[in-house]
């Protein structure tokens, strides 16, 4: 009887979790069913997909080649970043006049008009911190990519990564861009740049760059467990 008993949680994906505390030299990775709200710990060896122990819902599955696609889609992300601030993103026609802006200039022009919360709302959530996110990930995934040790501070820079999403909000600007273009269009000829189109990949790209990063994978890789 005892034997079989071995066998049966030898199988189980999943270990009930238990007060928290040193297992090795790593604390136990525990996580809360979002179904039944039971606590599950995560054995050393954990599978590439995780259920619950008690209603079996799924707590985690790995994603295939996380590391190399997260640090290519970032990678092109920066590209994509770099096209949408140095070319026009919009040019505007009337009565002979043209006048082009780009995204930062923009910014200025808001600046200039006494809006400054909203140029500095602007430049903080379709700038400043999509480029963080950019630069945090390529500083952590290039060496995990090439089998190095993670780079210094790698897991605060992560950590910081996660925390500034939600100020990430190119698709709010963009959506806000598209209404505009509505709104004028009868008043003068609106003209898309190039920048309009590389923003635009750049907010599914980012998007995909995300979806494919695995954190607890990532995790894993910086030891920090």
């Not at 430049?123 to 480029?131: G, K, Q, R, S």
């Amino acid at each position: 009887m005892a034997p079989s008993m071995t066998t049966n949680k030898q199988r189980s994906p999943v270990d009930v979790a238990s007060p928290l505390g040193s297992a090795g030299r790593h604390r136990p990775r525990v996580t809360a069913c979002p179904d039944c709200d039971l606590l599950n710990r995560f054995p050393e060896d954990y599978r590439s997909t995780m259920l619950c122990a008690r209603c079996g819902a799924v707590l985690y599955k790995r994603r295939p080649n996380s590391i190399d696609r997260s640090l290519a889609l970032t990678f092109a992300a920066l590209v994509l970043f770099l096209l949408s601030n140095s070319f026009p993103f919009l040019a505007m026609k009337s009565g002979g006049f043209v006048q082009e802006t780009t995204l930062l200039t923009g910014i200025r022009e808001l600046w200039k008009q006494e809006l400054q919360g909203l140029s500095l709302l602007v430049l903080l959530t379709c700038v400043l911190t999509p480029l963080a996110q950019m630069l945090g990930l390529l500083y952590i995934l290039a060496p995990l990519k090439w089998g190095r040790r993670p780079p210094a501070g790698a897991a605060r820079i992560f950590r910081l990564v996660q925390e500034i999403a939600p100020w990430g909000m190119m698709e709010v600007f963009m959506m806000g861009i598209l209404v505009a273009l509505v709104k004028l269009g009868h008043m003068a000829t609106i003209v898309p740049g190039v920048s309009v189109y590389s923003f635009g990949a750049l907010i599914f790209v980012m998007a995909a760059a995300f979806s494919c990063l695995d954190p607890l994978l990532l995790w894993d890789r910086l030891d920090l467990r």
